[in-house]
């Protein structure tokens, strides 16, 4: 299929305003049309439009929102309000003080408990936008009331957890995803289709850094920053799923960790700055640092492999290509000191874009087209993985190898809970 049906049918899904319950004929038209002109296709889309109208069923997609009250659910409405076939059908939170003014703002039912939410309304889609330790229990709820689910980062607190989201939405048929929106970013997607097409080539080296500053006032924001049960981590269950999310989405998960965790500037009992050595599958090393307490400079992600390499900074992409490959070089060149040719261009994108918007899109043509979304579940689950594996690691003072043991870091994060283990 050409790039202009993919955008077409992704049109067709989305801006008809109408959602398409009976998708099938609308995917078996595209998959088997080879129209590539953007005006045919236009029009195309049309008649399906108007044969919808006809013929299939056709209704909004319900969305609920569950921790309406919150900091991150406003995004959440801007998103869905700028979808047209999306329907806030109804807001929930436990604490109606803020959440009730949200759902009216919206004009959707309120509801202080989710159970009641899902058996009254029967969401299409829930929206996860609590605390961590709350998202897997929400999830549940809403597989086993067949709802597909959109959970906020981090998909959980701890791997067990998140081992039963993914298997619960499994047995229900339905999709989970998570909102890792950094995926959509022009920068990320161009350096993820230049690893998968092998222009980086076999994997040689991974740097990531990325500062996330938060203050004092930051942790106050709420009770449950900042401390293990309120929270299950700090900068590595908050602002770093993040980071740890695109290390993954590019380099492909970690054969072991050597983690350090630490709380050096916050007072806060779970780490606000960590590090990880890292080990990849073919042997390659990769190391990773975040803080809360640093400021100033801007994210760096460097993925070097014999072909070439890229490195991020900030949404500023460059990519390096050797002829011939460091490997046949460093086999073939007389020089004891030379490099491979090394061609370096600072790739031209369109200006930011994705965010919360581009996840929804993403998560409502996956459900039309039967696939899983860009950021499902176990997608999802390889940042957390890492998260995990790395306080495990720092604890145990010892490398650990993924996958992780889940009962040993249920174990450990039980103790951190009750106060039996302290940082
Ligand atoms: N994708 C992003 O870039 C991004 C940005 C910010 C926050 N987040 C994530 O969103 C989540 C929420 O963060 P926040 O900053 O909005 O937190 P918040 O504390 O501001 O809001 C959470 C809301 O959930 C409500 N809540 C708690 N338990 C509930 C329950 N059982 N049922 C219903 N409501 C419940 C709270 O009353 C509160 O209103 C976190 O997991 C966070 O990591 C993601």
Redesign the pocket.
Known sequence: MSDCMRDWRYEATIISGLWVHETSQMSDFFEKSDICEVSSAQQHLTNMVIRSHMGLQTSPLKFAI??C?????PTHVKALRQIPNAQIAAM????PE??KPRADEVGCPFFAD?TELLEKIKPDVVTV????P??AR?ALDAFAAGAHVLT???MSVEVALADRMIAAADAAGKLLAV?F?QRFKPSIERAKALVDNGEIGDLVRVLVVEPWLRTYAYYR??A?RGNWVGEGGAVLL?QSP?TLDLLCHLAGAPRKVWGWIRTLYHQIECEDTFQAMLEYPNGAPGYITSSTGEAGVQRRIQIVGDRGALELVGDTLSVYRFTPSTREFLRTSPEPFGQPDTQVEVVDLPGDAGGHLAVYQDLIAAIAEGRQPRASGREGLMSLELANAITLSSFAERAVTLPLDREEYTDLLNDLKAGRRKL
């Open positions: 569950v921790g009250g919150g900091i991150i659910a929930c939170d436990i604490n803020t959440g989710h936008c609590t605390p961590h709350v998202h929400i906020e980062k981090p909102n929106q924001l709420s449950w908050n993040h």
